[in-house]
């Protein structure tokens, strides 16, 4: 059965921090991963998308990578401010699209 | 220039009416989605077109009807409203499938 997960469901960091957000997934046979930010009573936002064949990307200060045989993507946010507070979730692109369950991250200022 | 949009943004409604939801796309994309986020916001898919055709349907209710007039535009319409139904529905679309997404801002609709 295909599922994904998020670990942790929320992290609060003090301003400043660098962070990593962890996406699992036990069907490696995946096209695509895409990370999105939900802002509260908003839409997704993408943030990255990383083909199958690629091991990262890179947005500002934003980092994703895939590593499939383990079935995991990691998204790290470097020096991370209070306008990163918003829920991350992970999309896992099958010949449908799993969504993870999504991470809460407050930073506090 | 908004990419996927929706409306109407919020929808209050009793129980046992009819109401739509429209969805249109600007970015040339073929193919549309529907999802529901439910009050533990989780994502689930409900419908997807490519190029105007039906390709995925979820068990969801046949009082939930999509239409695709064109590729750019994917309506939801959704008969005799229950209070299960109050949730935050999302249009998206992707180049192709299986390519990345591009979210509309959500309909919150309330069923009382």
């Known amino acids: 059965k295909q599922e994904v997960t998020q670990i942790p469901a929320a992290l609060s960091v003090p301003e400043g921090e660098n962070l990593v957000l962890n996406c699992s997934f036990t069907?490696?046979?995946?096209?695509?991963l895409q990370w999105f930010r939900q802002d509260p009573g908003k839409g997704l936002t993408s943030l990255l998308l990383?083909?199958?064949?690629?091991r990262e990307q890179t947005s500002g200060r934003l980092n994703a990578s895939l590593d499939k045989s383990s079935g995991r993507s990691t998204l790290y946010i470097a020096a991370s401010q209070p306008g990163d507070s918003a829920t991350y979730l992970c999309?896992?692109?099958?010949?449908?699209?799993?969504f993870g369950p999504g991470t809460s991250l407050s930073v506090i200022p | 220039d908004t990419a996927v949009s929706q409306t109407p943004k919020y929808l209050v409604t009793q129980m046992g009416n009819d109401k739509s939801i429209k969805c249109e796309q600007n970015?040339?994309?073929?193919?549309m989605y529907w999802y529901k986020q439910d009050s533990k916001k989780f994502l689930k898919i409900m419908f997807s077109?490519?190029?105007?055709?039906?390709?995925i349907n979820e068990t969801v209710p046949n009082r939930f009807s999509p239409k695709s007039p064109d590729k750019a535009h994917l309506n939801l319409h959704i008969n005799s409203l229950e209070l299960g139904d109050s949730a935050v529905y999302f249009c998206?679309?992707?180049?192709?499938?299986?390519?990345?997404?591009?979210f509309g801002s959500g309909t919150r609709l309330t069923v009382v």
């Open positions: 998206a679309s992707s180049l192709r499938q299986g390519y990345g997404y591009t």
């Open positions: 069907d490696s046979a995946i096209y695509n």
């Open positions: 990383i083909q199958s064949s690629q």
């Open positions: 999309a896992v692109f099958y010949d449908k699209v799993i």
């Open positions: 970015l040339g994309h073929d193919t």
């Open positions: 077109y490519n190029n105007k055709e039906l390709i």
